[in-house]
């Protein structure tokens, strides 16, 4: 079965800073990783999809995440953290039949 | 191209009443799924539909259905709501081609608060 897992419910980073969001999966086949993004009263919006090829994926702005099947992570990061970023990050995990999300990470950023 | 529309943003209802509410996808996507978004549980897959027909449903009481229409437009409905159901309820669209490894596109939401 696969499942998705978010450490830490809660990050808060400086503002320029490195932001780092982790995301474990379980999956008994080839997942295909998303990382959405949720702004307050918003639904959710894509940031970026792995699928298949390049383990680094980039995303919109200025994110990107790393599929590292060894560790089986997908961990989300942006060098430089702006206000804009502030938001709750979702990670999701696909198989055939099934979508399943993580239980969120809120990011705050200090000014 | 329009996004996700979900019509009303915000609902109140008392307990016992029943609410529908409604999805427009983006022009094209033929699946649409809805899940429920609280505090304590995160998001809950609802169901989806796909050319008319449900095609995958979460573990959520018969008080909740669904429909979707020819032109891929979607309702949920909850009846003999509970102070429970108090959640953001979020509509997403997808082309539904690959099924669940389709990037989905989700609308605002409508908050539905049960007194």
């Known amino acids: 079965a696969q499942s998705v897992t978010q450490l830490g419910s809660h990050v808060s980073v400086s503002e320029g800073a490195l932001v780092l969001l982790r995301c474990n999966y379980s999956s008994s086949v080839p997942p295909y990783l998303f990382w959405y993004v949720q702004y307050p009263n918003q639904g959710l919006q894509l940031l970026l999809k792995y699928t298949t090829g390049a383990t680094l994926v980039k995303g919109i702005n200025g994110f990107e995440a790393e599929f590292k099947k060894s560790e089986t992570s997908f961990h989300l990061t942006k060098p430089s953290a702006h206000m804009s970023d502030a938001a709750e990050y979702f990670c999701?995990?696909?198989?055939?039949?099934?979508?399943?999300f993580g239980t969120g990470t809120r990011l705050t950023i200090i000014p | 191209k329009a996004g996700v529309t979900q019509t009303p943003r915000y609902l109140i209802k008392t307990r016992g009443q029943q609410v529908t509410l409604s999805c427009s996808p983006i022009s094209g996507h033929r699946s649409v799924s809805w899940y429920q978004q609280t505090p304590g549980q995160g998001l809950q897959f609802l169901f989806e539909?796909?050319?008319?027909?449900?095609?995958n449903k979460g573990n959520f009481p018969g008080r909740f259905s669904g429909r979707q229409f020819s032109n891929s437009r979607s309702e949920m409905n909850v009846s003999t709501l509970e102070l429970g159901d108090s959640a953001l309820y979020l509509c997403?669209?997808?082309?539904?081609?690959?099924?669940?490894?389709?990037?989905?596109?989700f609308g605002n939401g409508t908050r539905l608060t049960v007194t």
């Open positions: 997403a669209s997808s082309s539904g081609d690959s099924g669940w490894r389709s990037p989905l596109h």
């Open positions: 539909y796909f050319s008319e027909t449900q095609r």
């Open positions: 999701a995990v696909s198989e055939s039949e099934k979508l399943t």
